[in-house]
């Protein structure tokens, strides 16, 4: 069922001749619902079904989260019984990505450390963390999310290394940033996100010339992200000369000199 009409008329013909979808139909009804802001009925469904799987409630969960009715969501996850992973991400994210929720994001993430096997600790978790930590700019918070990474291995990525960096950048301590990469050998680790993030960890420390021996260290490695990111550094440190010529170098084409 990809489209609304075609849930609502699945539905309809079920209730009419007194059939009961599968649990998997029941789920595909209550997401096509959510993504349509129909969580009333989405809920109804829910409430309906003789059999719930984990699918059935991170659905119904994630929904109300993306509404930002958190106060159910929250007591629809300590009523699930079959929390996993994907429930506890979803929470967390919902939480961090808000304003005003982030301790709720942190004791979640605490709490995860401590439950059933079903809810492991994955990248995403972490560079969820990542993201607030460089958001509530709490160092501390960082190193100890950092730690958890390298022990559990989950340091390894050029997505990780990226979201380390924006942290490190973001919470004052740039030359972490750059440890990150240089000194814990994640050279190899190095794409154009990787590299973009370096590039915006050199500009907010006012490291301009850095920042542009980055850009120009492989030029396969340069998107507009790159570009722009290094002309609004030379603009908020005053350098609007530099600025100027690399936009004219950006038009000419993504190649810099």
């Known amino acids: 069922m990809k489209s609304l009409k075609e849930g ?11 059939f009961v979808p599968t649990v998997v139909a029941t789920n595909q009804l209550i997401s096509l619902y959510s993504k349509h802001g129909l969580i009333q009925e989405a809920h109804k469904l829910f409430d309906g079904m003789p059999d719930r799987n984990v699918f059935s409630w991170n659905t119904i969960i994630n929904a109300y989260i993306k509404s930002r009715s958190f106060t159910k969501a929250k007591s629809l996850f300590y009523a699930s019984p079959c929390r996993d992973t994907v429930t506890y991400n979803s929470m967390i994210s919902g939480y961090a990505r808000s304003d005003g929720y982030e301790s709720e994001a942190i004791e979640l993430f605490i709490q995860m450390q401590f439950d059933n096997d079903a ?7 972490l560079t969820t963390m990542l993201n607030l930590v460089a958001k ?3 160092l501390c918070y960082g190193k100890q999310v950092h730690s ?25 301590s740039f030359w972490d940033a750059c440890r990150v990469v240089y000194g814990c050998g994640g050279e190899d680790l190095v794409d154009l996100v990787v590299k973009n993030a370096l590039i915006a960890a050199c500009c907010r420390e006012g490291e301009l010339e850095m920042a542009r021996e980055i850009l120009l260290s492989n030029q396969e490695l ?16 005053g350098c609007e000369e530099e600025a100027v010529e690399l936009q004219a170098y950006g038009r000419g084409g993504i190649s810099v000199e």
């Not at 809810?119 to 978790?125: A, G, K, L, M, V």
């Not at 022990?151 to 973001?170: E, P, T, V, W």
């Open 8 to 18: 609502l008329k699945f539905q309809a013909h079920a209730v009419k001749s007194g």
């Open 119 to 125: 809810s492991r600790i994955d990248e995403f978790t």
């Open 136 to 138: 509530l700019r709490v």
């Open 148 to 172: 958890f990474m390298v022990k559990s291995g989950n340091d390894l990525s050029a997505f990780a290394l990226s979201s380390l960096i924006d942290m490190y950048s973001k919470c004052g």
């Open 222 to 237: 340069i998107d507009e992200v790159s570009l722009n990111t290094m002309i609004s550094g030379y603009v908020q440190n």
